[in-house]
């Protein structure tokens, strides 16, 4: 735990900033990185940019997480919509809030954090912003390259389709579970919570096989899929039969007397890959879980449940 030390406004902005960049790797396509008013990079094709913010107390706690797994979290939930996209992630700026009173030690290892999730993702930090603030607050930007590719949207799924997915369910939304009860275990649920494990290529493997439809599951399988089913105007139907219900998940329902098909189904945070497919082209390591159905079938753009309407809360919002 970072809890020692000199805190952020005792080392001051400019050599706080200094530690946090210095050696960060680069790659041959980034001409500047941090140090000047902006970043110089080349991209292949069309940049692809998305953004996701994370704020303590909200996505994270401080008493819950190591510095270095939101570092790792932070990177990741934003690498994971260019996954979405099917286009190769490139490089990331990081905006950091912070009060004066953090620890300069938390500070650093959340970076170090961020730079052991980029080296994964394949994707390198080339600036960022820091600030004072009430609690910590990151905000990541990520910019992707088509590389030849058109982006895979979330409005291309045709009826006929099949539904798959790449990565974990209900993991994540279990640890947090575990962890607003105040236990530290089953450790690989409280890990899954703290940072997600991104199938980083796998949206690039979809686009390449020729999926039709693409998202990342941040607030949960029926609210995200029902994303696609908005923008593509068509049902989707889930087959539960079809679903992974892992032994640490079963765990934490038998101790809570929770359902864990309410974490597959609802929870959010695990950052799988769903995409929609032509029957046939689903890529190795893609499970199916369902299919795009005929308008003749269900009329309304919805996501079913085994054919039928999912009648529990949908998924995480914020407000
Ligand atoms: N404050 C905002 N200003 C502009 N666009 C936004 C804002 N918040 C969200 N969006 C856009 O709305 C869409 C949905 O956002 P969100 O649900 O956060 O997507 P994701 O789950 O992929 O992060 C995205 O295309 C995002 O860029
Ligand atoms: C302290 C804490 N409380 C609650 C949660 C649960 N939680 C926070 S945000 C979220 C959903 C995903 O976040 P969001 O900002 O909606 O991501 P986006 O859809 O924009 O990628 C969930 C399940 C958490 N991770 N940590
Ligand atoms: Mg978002």
Redesign the pocket.
Same mark, same amino acid.
């Given at each position: 735990m970072s809890s020692t030390g000199p805190t952020i406004a005792q080392v001051g902005e400019f050599p706080l900033i200094a530690s946090l960049v210095r050696d960060l790797p680069s790659s041959p396509a980034i001409s500047v990185g941090p140090g000047d008013d902006g970043a110089v990079f080349l991209v292949d094709g069309s940049a692809v940019v998305s953004t #996701?913010v994370l704020v303590e107390g909200v996505h994270f706690r401080r008493s819950w997480s190591e510095a270095e797994d939101v570092g790792r979290k932070s990177v990741a939930v934003n690498v994971a $919509?260019i996954e979405a996209m099917g286009a190769v992630p490139v490089a990331l700026v990081v905006g950091l809030s912070a009060p004066g009173d953090l620890p300069a030690s938390w500070a650093r290892e959340c970076m170090t954090g961020m730079r052991e999730e980029s080296a994964l993702a394949g994707v390198s930090v080339v600036g960022g912003d820091t600030t004072g603030g009430p609690v910590v607050t990151i905000s990541i930007t990520v910019i992707g390259q088509t590389a030849g590719l058109a982006p895979v949207r979330r409005d291309g799924a045709v009826p006929g389709d099949v539904v798959a997915i790449r990565g974990r369910l209900g993991w994540a939304a279990a640890g947090l579970v575990v962890l607003g009860r105040g236990f530290r275990s089953p450790r690989a649920v409280v890990d899954a919570q703290r940072c997600p494990e991104v199938a980083y290529g796998a949206g690039r493997q979809a686009a390449l096989a020729g999926a039709h439809a693409m998202i #990342?599951l941040? $607030?949960g399988l029926v609210a995200d899929l029902g994303h696609i089913a908005d923008a593509s105007g068509f049902a989707i139907d889930i087959d539960t039969a079809r679903l992974d219900v892992a032994e640490p998940i079963v765990t934490v329902g038998m101790a809570t007397g929770l359902d864990p098909m309410l974490w597959v189904l609802g929870g959010g945070e695990d950052h799988a890959l769903a995409a929609t497919f032509a029957p046939g082209t689903v890529p190795d390591d893609w499970q199916v879980i369902g299919r795009v159905l005929d308008p003749q079938d269900a009329p309304e753009p919805t996501v079913l449940v085994d054919g039928q309407p999912w009648e529990h809360p949908g998924g995480w919002t914020h407000f």
């Amino acid at each position: 735990m970072s809890s020692t030390g000199p805190t952020i406004a005792q080392v001051g902005e400019f050599p706080l900033i200094a530690s946090l960049v210095r050696d960060l790797p680069s790659s041959p396509a980034i001409s500047v990185g941090p140090g000047d008013d902006g970043a110089v990079f080349l991209v292949d094709g069309s940049a692809v940019v998305s953004t #996701d913010v994370l704020v303590e107390g909200v996505h994270f706690r401080r008493s819950w997480s190591e510095a270095e797994d939101v570092g790792r979290k932070s990177v990741a939930v934003n690498v994971a $919509d260019i996954e979405a996209m099917g286009a190769v992630p490139v490089a990331l700026v990081v905006g950091l809030s912070a009060p004066g009173d953090l620890p300069a030690s938390w500070a650093r290892e959340c970076m170090t954090g961020m730079r052991e999730e980029s080296a994964l993702a394949g994707v390198s930090v080339v600036g960022g912003d820091t600030t004072g603030g009430p609690v910590v607050t990151i905000s990541i930007t990520v910019i992707g390259q088509t590389a030849g590719l058109a982006p895979v949207r979330r409005d291309g799924a045709v009826p006929g389709d099949v539904v798959a997915i790449r990565g974990r369910l209900g993991w994540a939304a279990a640890g947090l579970v575990v962890l607003g009860r105040g236990f530290r275990s089953p450790r690989a649920v409280v890990d899954a919570q703290r940072c997600p494990e991104v199938a980083y290529g796998a949206g690039r493997q979809a686009a390449l096989a020729g999926a039709h439809a693409m998202i #990342d599951l941040s $607030d949960g399988l029926v609210a995200d899929l029902g994303h696609i089913a908005d923008a593509s105007g068509f049902a989707i139907d889930i087959d539960t039969a079809r679903l992974d219900v892992a032994e640490p998940i079963v765990t934490v329902g038998m101790a809570t007397g929770l359902d864990p098909m309410l974490w597959v189904l609802g929870g959010g945070e695990d950052h799988a890959l769903a995409a929609t497919f032509a029957p046939g082209t689903v890529p190795d390591d893609w499970q199916v879980i369902g299919r795009v159905l005929d308008p003749q079938d269900a009329p309304e753009p919805t996501v079913l449940v085994d054919g039928q309407p999912w009648e529990h809360p949908g998924g995480w919002t914020h407000f």
